[in-house]
T-cell receptor
């Protein structure tokens, strides 16, 4: 039973560039959430997708956008990268009817 | 608004000692869920436990136990006879219902170091 997978594992970009991160949910899960975790801090909720729609959003600017595909996989896009976007980006999946979220290994993004 | 506080930034114990990680939460909802996650150096958050607001029964799982007290808005986590492999950052999290989707709020984490 495959868990949550994310790609790539590491990424280096420069300011102003755009980045796309990918996530495949745990088998059977239909809901995907994205989090940003800065060094030494707890994860911060970015948004959640269900049925290919953004259902809830945290306090992040519009530079952060996402998409969910019919197979429930998801992408996180960040435009006009800032140095402060450097962080570990975590994807979590869950069943819409359940509360527990299961996390992937994350993508470490470094913006230079 | 939701908030989770983990007052202990770092804890160091010697192997086989018991250790308790504190978690205090704030919410206006009567229906909510509390979680503990472990984050080893690899970075992946590992789910440990979920508790809903209507179930104050304490739980024990092997060396792990959890004490949920609504009266003090606390959900503390105790590791008995700690081991080096328990070294990690532990996060407490709160989720307020699902009407408009989930929104997990995490505490800042407690870094636990278990020394041999």
């Amino acid at each position: 039973d495959a868990g949550v997978t994310q790609s790539p594992t590491h990424l280096i970009k420069t300011r102003g560039q755009q980045v796309t991160l990918r996530c495949s949910p745990k088998s059977g899960h239909d809901t995907v959430s994205w989090y940003q975790q800065a060094l030494g801090q707890g994860p911060q909720f970015i948004f959640q997708y269900y049925e290919e729609e953004e259902r809830q959003r945290g306090n992040f600017p519009d530079r952060f956008s996402g998409h969910q595909f019919p197979n429930y996989s998801s992408e996180l896009n960040v435009n006009a990268l800032l140095l402060g976007d450097s962080a570990l980006y975590l994807c979590a999946s869950s069943l819409e009817a359940e509360e527990t979220q299961y996390f992937g290994p994350g993508t470490r993004l470094l913006v230079l | 608004a939701q908030k989770v506080t983990q007052a202990q930034t770092e804890i160091s114990v010697v192997e086989k000692e018991d250790v308790t990680l504190d978690c205090v939460y704030e919410t206006r909802d009567t229906t909510y869920y509390l979680f503990w996650y472990k984050q080893p150096p690899s970075g992946e958050l590992v789910f440990l436990i979920r508790r809903n607001s209507f179930d104050e029964q304490n739980e024990i799982s092997g060396r792990y136990s959890w004490n949920f007290q609504k009266s003090t808005s606390s959900f503390n986590f105790t590791i008995t006879a700690s081991q080096v492999v328990d070294s990690a950052v532990y996060f407490c999290a709160l989720s307020e219902g699902r009407s408009y989707g989930q929104n997990f709020v995490f505490g800042p984490g407690t870094r636990l170091s278990v020394l041999p």
